[in-house]
């Protein structure tokens, strides 16, 4: 069974850092690209960031871009989003999410996702 | 980027009816493009791919068309289990873009 844990969001103050971690199982996750959605209290879903197998591609959302860094490490089987100059308008649940060629390019497992709030 | 417009943001229904949303895309897209499902407290679920191949697991009475800008979603004979969000999303160009979402609600 695909499953995707993600850990490590909290509370921080504007301005602040934080990583979550999102850990993968039943499934060759070196083999697959991977992604972090988000969705802010309420609203929609928005797409953040994207690596690739071998982390050799990624993308950035404009809204993230020169503050979030993805990474991922397969010999953990692990995905990371670094978040640096955090905004409240990052305030959301952060979903990690599997990417996959083989269904047209849609996310087709998802975590249970992480709350991160940025406030003061 | 390519903005997606779903309507009508909200539905009323009955078990038993037939829904359907739609998702407008503001750029060709061909069929590149997905159907989810979320419910309150939970990660989004994939419904259907490429505007109409409907995934395993998934019940029958979901059914997705169209393609180019305009696509729709259908639910035929509404079950309690349907009442959801339901958001579109683009799979042909990053940034990967979804609508707004449709919230079918028990009339």
């Known amino acids: 069974e695909v499953q995707l844990v993600e850990s490590g969001g909290g509370l921080v103050q504007p301005g602040g850092s934080l990583r979550i971690s999102c850990t993968a199982s039943?499934?060759?996750?070196?083999?697959?690209?991977m992604n972090w959605v988000r969705q802010a209290p309420g609203k929609g879903l928005e797409w953040v960031s994207y690596?690739?197998?071998?982390?050799?591609?990624?993308y950035y959302a404009d809204s993230v871009k020169g503050r979030f860094t993805i990474s991922r490490d397969d010999a953990r089987n692990s995905l990371y989003l670094q978040m640096n100059t955090l905004r409240a308008e990052d305030t959301a649940v952060y979903f990690c999410?599997?990417?996959?060629?083989?269904?047209?390019?849609?996310?087709?497992?998802w975590g249970q996702g992480t709350l991160v709030t940025v406030s003061s | 980027d390519i903005q997606m417009t779903q309507s009508p943001s909200s539905v009323s229904a009955s078990v038993g009816d037939r829904v359907t949303i739609t998702c407008r895309a503001s750029h060709g897209i061909g069929r590149w493009l997905a159907w989810y499902q979320q419910k309150p407290g939970k990660a989004p679920k994939l419904l259907i791919s490429a505007a109409s191949s409907l995934q395993s697991a998934v019940p029958s009475r979901f059914s997705g068309s169209g393609s180019g800008t305009d696509f729709t979603l259908t639910i035929s004979n509404l079950q309690p289990e349907d009442f959801a969000t339901y958001f579109c999303q683009q799979t042909k160009n990053v940034p990967w873009t979804f609508g707004q979402g449709t919230k079918v609600e028990i009339k």
């Open positions: 039943g499934f060759t996750f070196s083999s697959y690209e």
């Open positions: 999410v599997r990417y996959s060629e083989v269904t047209a390019g849609t996310f087709d497992y």
């Open positions: 690596i690739s197998v071998s982390g050799s591609t990624i």
